[in-house]
């Protein structure tokens, strides 16, 4: 036998397995494939950590009670590392190589905007953890969010200071897009809540010394300084306003709604006050809450599963899970019955709130989906005034 | 007036923490004419190697100290004997791509050992702050001061008055000129990445307690340690030092005074303009033409 014979058997061969292999993949349709892009490691990997452990849990969770309408779920989880690029890469190989129904996911905001795109022209629902506005509004199509919007955050954190009397702050944001979409909702806010925004700083994600930023703020001398940004800077701005001791009350975004946060500001964190997600303080919610049931029996769940403390992000994760799962109902595994069915869902108790899309609104959510903490000796205190 | 101050004063905070960084980088260039983008890392596995020890096994800080260090100094010579020696053509540029390697090895491993989330530790002393004419400094930020300062006299004296330190000083000149002596190179070559080693895992421990610790903590330290060492010129132990100082103020008086968006930016355009005035750094060695 020639080498040249040889070469085109290879050849052929070669020919033959690419053109069968899509077919072997047939039996597999009656699975329900979910994507799911998480920052699981990097350093968003406190969001996207227990979203993946979430969503896994999710899924086994409704394998064993028997899958949706028969049909077994499956999920496809890539790691985005908080990088763009990166998150890019991983929904085009959801959307080429995996062929999902749906994807839960990115993380953090600058990765959900970087897919947005990519998931409106290959026509799949994405419910995103993000919290940034800028993901659901304008409304696209086949885009769904689930974490609190900033905009939420601002009402409820606005609202709380009117009533202790407070009418300028100065305003500290990270650098990146978590903090701009912050910035953006404090200042367009501010006019309807009576308050002046006396100073607005920023610092860097990785920024490791906030004094000169403090300092300016210092002598502008507000009723109280709001900080918006994630885990570590926040913690930073804390210990340096009590190393300059500055005596201006803190508060902080639901960014930082982590018991990290309080492990890393350690006695600097006292008396901070923050909007979160009622995951933090379940114990302490009034027992006719609709969300108390959900999220008592998420918390059982979780640290069972995972032990450890349970933060609010993971909650993002089950949300986007619970709501696709009731989407997929006889969908038939269609992906535009799937959005449809999306859009149409109203009063889902989840564990970030109730969740009521239409097609103007995608995220769903009302201002009661946050709740005022203050940190007392280390821990979260429901306010209730 | 107390404003400016407390931005020199915050400046000296952050620029003391690159010059002792920056101290290491520049002496591992001198005796060796290396470059080590993983200085940094050896400074993360100081400040980690800590976090266990001391913040969560609770050893005396004295004992903790000691053995990172010694825990750094056995990475570093591993690092050498395996990364570095067995190269055929040690020529810079390869010596500087295995640097660069190791070091995305050693924040891997990290990752591995320490997780991904960031830990705080308390200062050494439970001291107040210092209050000067209404600006505030941190002890620990004096503590950061007196080691690099302590690290940098040290190594300056080695080399200025031991017959090593002028050995190795020898073996960066010239290391064939250097083995007819009867110097043994590479002996001088481990020596050298172990003192650089010893002298990140320094860093490491004494910044600890002013930043976040993570695995990927080393990126940043090293590249604003080798600004710094750029600035004071590269192999210039006091340069490195003054160096550090004059980022970390041009840092934080940027953000104080012009914006704190831009506050990396003015760092860097000014880094700029001094090299474009003096190319060697402010503190340039005379004999830099020493070929």
């Given at each position: 036998m020639s080498i040249n014979c040889i070469k085109q058997i290879i050849q052929l061969l070669i020919v033959l397995t690419l053109v069968v292999s899509p077919f072997s993949?047939?039996?597999?349709?009656s699975v329900y494939k979910i994507g799911g892009i998480f920052s699981s490691t990097g350093s968003s990997s406190f969001l996207g950590d227990p979203e993946k452990k979430t969503m896994e849990m999710m899924v086994d969770r409704i394998n064993a009670a028997g899958g949706i309408d028969g049909h077994m779920v499956e999920a496809v989880i890539y790691d985005s590392e908080g990088d763009p690029a990166k998150a890019v890469s991983a929904v085009n190989k959801l959307i080429h190589k995996d062929k999902v129904i749906a994807i839960v996911g990115p993380s953090t905001t600058p990765t959900t905007l970087a897919v947005v795109n990519f998931v409106e022209r290959a026509r799949i629902p994405l419910i995103s953890?993000?919290?940034?506005?800028k993901i659901t509004s304008p409304v696209k199509p086949w885009v769904f969010k689930t974490a609190q919007s900033d905009r939420l955050a601002v009402a409820a954190l606005y609202g709380h200071m009117g009533k202790r009397g407070v009418k300028t702050v100065g305003i500290i944001t990270v650098s990146n897009s978590f903090g701009e979409s912050g910035l953006e909702q404090l200042v367009s806010l501010a006019g309807d809540y009576g308050i002046t925004i006396a100073a607005k700083e920023s610092f860097g994600a990785?920024?490791?010394?906030m004094t000169p930023q403090l300092t300016k703020l210092k002598g502008i001398s507000p009723d109280a300084i709001i900080c918006w940004g994630t885990n570590p800077g926040p913690a930073v701005v804390a210990k340096n306003l009590k190393q300059l001791k500055i005596d201006i009350p803190l508060y902080q975004s639901h960014g930082v709604a982590s018991a990290k946060f309080i492990d890393l500001a350690g006695d600097a964190a006292e008396n901070i006050v923050l909007p979160t997600g009622k995951i933090l303080v379940i114990d302490q919610?009034?027992?006719?809450?609709?969300?108390r049931s959900v999220l008592e029996e998420y918390e059982t769940m979780y640290v069972s599963r995972y032990g450890g403390a349970m933060s609010g992000f993971g909650g993002y994760a089950h949300d986007a899970m619970t709501l696709i799962a009731e989407a997929l109902k006889?969908?038939?595994?269609d992906r535009k019955k799937v959005r449809d069915a999306l859009e149409n869902i109203?009063?889902?108790?989840g564990v970030t709130g109730r969740f009521s899309f239409t097609p103007e609104d995608h995220n769903g959510l009302t201002p009661g989906a946050f709740v005022m903490v203050e940190i007392k000796n280390q821990t979260w205190n429901l306010l209730t005034d | 007036m107390a404003d400016l101050l407390q931005y020199f004063f915050s400046g000296i905070t952050q620029g003391s923490i690159y010059a002792v960084v920056a101290i290491g980088l520049s002496m591992l260039y001198r005796s060796t004419e290396l470059i080590n983008f993983a200085h940094g890392e050896f400074a993360m596995f100081g400040a980690l190697g800590l976090v266990t020890l001391w913040g969560h096994l609770h050893l005396p800080l004295p004992l903790a100290f000691v053995l990172t260090v010694a825990g750094v100094a056995c990475v570093g010579m591993v690092f050498e004997r395996f990364a570095l020696r067995p190269v055929k053509d040690p020529n810079p540029i390869t010596l500087v791509i295995i640097t660069v390697g190791a070091s995305i090895v050693f924040r891997g491993v990290a990752m591995k050992v320490w997780g991904k989330d960031p830990v705080a530790l308390p200062p050494f002393s439970n001291l107040e702050s210092i209050e000067i004419a209404g600006a505030v400094i941190v002890p620990q930020s004096l503590y950061i001061v007196g080691a690099a300062l302590v690290l940098a006299g040290t190594l300056h004296l080695f080399f200025r008055y031991t017959i090593q330190g002028k050995a190795m000083t020898a073996c960066a000149v010239n290391k064939k000129a250097a083995w007819l002596t009867g110097i043994p190179y590479e002996r001088m070559g481990l020596f050298a990445v172990l003192i650089s080693a010893v002298s990140g895992a320094v860093a490491g421990i004494f910044i600890a307690p002013v930043t976040m610790n993570t695995y990927d903590m080393g990126t940043m330290l090293g590249l604003k340690g080798f600004c710094a060492a750029m600035i004071g010129g590269l192999g210039s132990l006091w340069g490195a030092f003054a160096g550090g100082i004059l980022l970390g103020v041009l840092e934080s008086l940027g953000a104080g005074l012009i914006s704190s968006g831009a506050k990396d930016a003015i760092a860097f355009v000014l880094l700029l303009l001094i090299l474009y005035l003096c190319p060697g750094g402010l503190f340039a060695q005379k004999s830099a033409e020493r070929f």
């Open positions: 993949t047939v039996d597999a349709a953890c993000a919290a940034g506005i990785n920024d490791t010394d919610l009034s027992a006719d809450d609709p969300q006889g969908s038939g595994g109203k009063d889902h108790v | -």
